[in-house]
């Protein structure tokens, strides 16, 4: 366990919880399971931190503080008391632009390698204005809220704020709620010593916020440090060049002193543009960029999972696949990314090369429904139940279907009791910044051991070297190294398996933790004291 003396702010898009109404309408907290969370909040309930973060709830009244968490509670961020927890209230059509516009329909595609898929509205993401106009509007908006005047709130965000600024409007509320928390906060221990504070930014929902709490800070006479951790790819600059106001973004992002990706390839990418776009003093041995008379420390800091967990839950998880056919699994959220119709053509095309396989093998793909505002995953949900339905309706015999298709959440025993008892997980994203399915299915191999296939495209497949490595984008490949796979012998497999988990039981999600921690030690030295138990 990390004891950190320091106290870390954690800042991203979602708090580790959402809240619901329960039946009597009232508020509940609902955990998120995730490797973040599972490793970040008992880290800022032990250093009495924050967690600043949207509620997933679009309230009525925002003054309603967020409530404790149930009794019974065991999730990972259930001992985060109601204030540690800084929730943003966005209001809803705001939110709309800067989630599903800005976010989820400029950033998302581009960053990963996509632009034709990428919406370039100005109106949804120009970054231009001015932070003090920015600043002031979102102070209003914020004040409005803070007054109960919901209503006058609205309008000033429907009449004096065009929709353009969505992105930095939202990123300067998530910054002024940031300080306006760490201003309530005690800079001092009981011994006297100094606390500052440790801010951690995630992802790229949030490139502006360090900047905004800088200046505030600054104007404020108020200690931070800023850190930045980004959870999906970097794009080369060929493809980041794309986006009108890259400048701003990248200035957004060296406004941290330390900035970490995944991979070594996506800290080359973003040197790359910081060079040639801003002309900054880059040094690529160590990783360092020279702006406005400070240095920003880069660094590969690659994610991995709470793997014990998975581990003790493959190891209790009752069988759950009860037939006789062979399971290839693929397990994602529906997103264009993950590369899920190529996947299923490359089955098809696998049954087609291989009919011994038929009535002996079955694709099990788990869909997890995401983004469902958004256009594209909307017309990916209807091209995946046709194809599926094309295949299943070509193939399919009485007792006997090609693809078992789950679009729904399933819960972790299941989820860990189909990674056990599959022959072959399929991990084929076109792009991904690391992909933690190829991690947590090397986790649940408990039993005899299974196969991981791999997408070089994702970041996983920089370390994870025993997978067996297919471009997604042949279908061939695929389908080839699948048959290759299934008749893979036991000891090969074992082998494999053995590296892939002795790995990533070592690398695995505190590992990530403590490793930004340590980094963030020698960048700011003196503050933020760790010592692991
Ligand atoms: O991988 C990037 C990421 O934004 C994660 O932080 C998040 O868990 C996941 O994608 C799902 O995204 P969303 O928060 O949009 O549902």
Not at 514 to 524: A, G, Y
Request: contains cysteine.
């Amino acid at each position: 366990m990390l004891n950190l003396k320091s106290p870390m702010v954690v800042v991203s898009n979602r708090l580790p919880f959402v809240l619901k109404r329960n039946e009597n309408g009232e508020l509940q907290r609902k955990q998120s399971a995730g490797g973040l969370v599972t490793a970040v909040a008992p880290v800022v309930i032990q250093c009495g931190g924050l967690w600043v973060g949207w509620p997933g709830i679009h309230m009525d009244d925002p003054h309603q503080s967020v409530p404790e968490s149930d009794p019974g509670d065991m999730g990972p961020s259930a001992g985060l008391k109601s204030e540690q927890v800084v929730p943003v209230h966005v209001e809803e059509q705001l939110f709309d632009d800067y989630y599903n516009g800005c976010c989820n329909a400029t950033f998302w595609p581009l960053f990963h390698s996509m632009p034709d898929r990428a919406v370039f509205v100005a109106d949804m993401w120009e970054v231009r204005m001015e932070f003090g106009l920015v600043r002031s509007a979102a102070c209003l908006i914020l004040s409005a809220f803070d007054c109960s005047m919901l209503g006058l709130g609205l309008a000033i965000v429907n009449m004096s704020l065009p929709r353009g600024q969505s992105y930095s409007t939202v990123n300067v509320m998530f910054a002024y709620q940031t300080v306006d928390a760490l201003k309530k906060m005690k800079m001092k221990n009981q011994e006297g010593e100094e606390r500052i504070p440790l801010v951690w930014i995630h992802d790229y929902h949030l490139m502006l916020a360090a900047n905004y709490i800088r200046q505030e800070c600054e104007e404020q006479n108020l200690q931070c440090k800023l850190g930045f951790f980004l959870h999906i790819p970097f794009p080369p600059w060929d493809i980041f060049r794309l986006f009108p106001w890259d400048n701003e973004v990248l200035q957004g992002i060296l406004g941290n002193d330390l900035v970490g990706f995944h991979i070594e390839d996506y800290c080359r990418n973003f040197l790359d543009c910081c060079q040639r776009r801003l002309g900054c003093r880059v040094d690529r041995v160590h990783n360092l960029v020279d702006v406005a008379g400070r240095t920003v420390k880069v660094r590969a800091l690659p994610i991995g999972i709470p793997y014990k967990r998975f581990e003790e839950m493959a190891n209790a998880a009752p069988r759950a696949l009860q037939s006789s056919q062979q399971i290839v699994l693929g397990v994602d959220r529906l997103d264009y990314t993950k590369g899920l119709v190529n996947r299923i053509r490359s089955f098809e095309r696998f049954l087609e090369k291989h009919p011994e396989y038929l009535g002996k093998v079955a694709l099990l793909q788990v869909a997890v429904p995401s983004r469902t505002d958004v256009k594209e995953y909307q017309q990916l949900k209807e091209q995946m139940d046709l194809e599926i339905g094309r295949i299943n309706g070509r193939f399919s015999t009485l007792n006997w279907s090609p693809i078992r298709y789950i679009y729904g959440c399933i819960s972790q025993d299941e989820l860990a009791a189909y990674y056990r008892d599959s022959s072959v997980a399929l991990v084929t994203p076109l792009r991904d910044g690391m992909n933690l399915v190829a991690k947590e299915y090397v986790a649940c191999q408990v039993d005899k051991p299974g196969v991981l296939i791999l997408s070089p495209f994702a970041g996983a497949g920089e370390t994870m070297h025993e997978a067996l490595l297919v471009n997604p984008y042949e279908l061939d490949d695929v389908a080839d190294t699948l048959h290759r796979a299934l008749t893979m012998p036991i000891d090969e497999r074992e082998m494999r398996m053995y590296h892939l988990k002795k790995r990533e039981q070592t690398m695995n999600v505190d590992f990530w933790l403590t490793s930004f921690l340590k980094v963030s030690i020698k960048t700011f030295p003196g503050h933020n004291v760790i010592g692991v138990h």
